[in-house]
């Protein structure tokens, strides 16, 4: 049973427009949820993260909102870039059951020029 | 070279032999953790370790085995390689045990078991 969703596989956007990424988890002792990052032959790459005692962190374009109650965080960014093309991994950890990482499936984000 | 390394990068092997992935970090970071990325799957823990000479299972450790004698390397053994170990595999490492902080990955190894 996948602990950390996320429902949409891909997505795309036109070039200066909004993206929107989400990510579903289940597991309540969750307390830090992480965006990665990935290009094509490459390994992830940290991108932002957010600890569960807040509700925003902003990072330039870069925005995430999480939403405890729902058990939901978002990725957001504005405006979106084609170099924002690539595949993006929601994760969460729970600091008392060591520092592993839970991944979701995955969303593969389109920029369009 | 300062971070995080995988070698090989490409590797095929056949089925039942046994294979090494190596991982190796200059950080001096606690913890290290080997991952499968699968279509469909994400990533996936297979194994972790939290220090040196410590080791512990994730999700899915079946068919793997790890070692961890020294700080810097964690190599992953496929004993008897079968073709749905066919996949990209992460080594990736982060810093101590009471910190919320994020994991830095490698390049990946994509391993094909034919």
């Not at chain 1, 996320?6 to 309540?28: A, F, H, K």
């Not at chain 1, 569960?52 to 939901?72: P, Q, Y």
């Not at chain 1, 084609?82 to 839970?102: E, H, I, Q, R």
């Not at chain 2, 190796?24 to 699968?38: G, I, K, L, P, V």
């Amino acid at each position: 049973d996948q602990q950390v969703k996320q429902n949409s596989p891909s997505l795309s956007v036109q070039e200066g427009r909004i993206s929107i990424l989400n990510c579903d988890y289940t597991n309540s002792m969750f307390d830090y949820f992480l965006w990665y990052k990935k290009y094509p032959a490459e390994g992830p790459t940290f991108l932002i993260s957010i600890s569960s005692i807040k509700d925003k962190n902003e990072d330039g374009r870069f925005t995430v909102f999480l939403n405890k109650s729902a058990k939901h965080l978002s990725l957001h960014i504005v405006p979106s870039q084609p170099g924002d093309s690539a595949v993006y991994f929601c994760a969460a950890s729970n600091k008392n059951a060591g520092n592993m990482l839970t991944f979701g499936g995955g969303t593969r984000l389109m920029v369009k020029p | 070279d300062a971070g995080i390394t995988q070698s090989p990068r490409y590797k095929i092997t056949e089925t039942g032999r046994q294979v090494t992935l190596m991982c190796h970090q200059t950080w001096s970071h606690s913890y290290m953790f080997w991952y499968r990325q699968d279509l469909g799957h994400g990533l996936r823990l297979i194994y972790y370790s939290a220090a040196a000479d410590i080791t512990d299972k994730g999700e899915v450790s079946d068919g793997y085995v790890v070692s961890r004698s020294k700080t810097e390397n964690f190599p992953l053994t496929l004993e008897s390689a079968t073709r749905s170990q066919t996949s990209v595999y992460f080594c990736a490492s982060s810093e101590g045990e009471w910190s919320n902080t994020e994991a830095f990955f490698g390049q990946g190894t994509r391993l094909t078991v034919v």
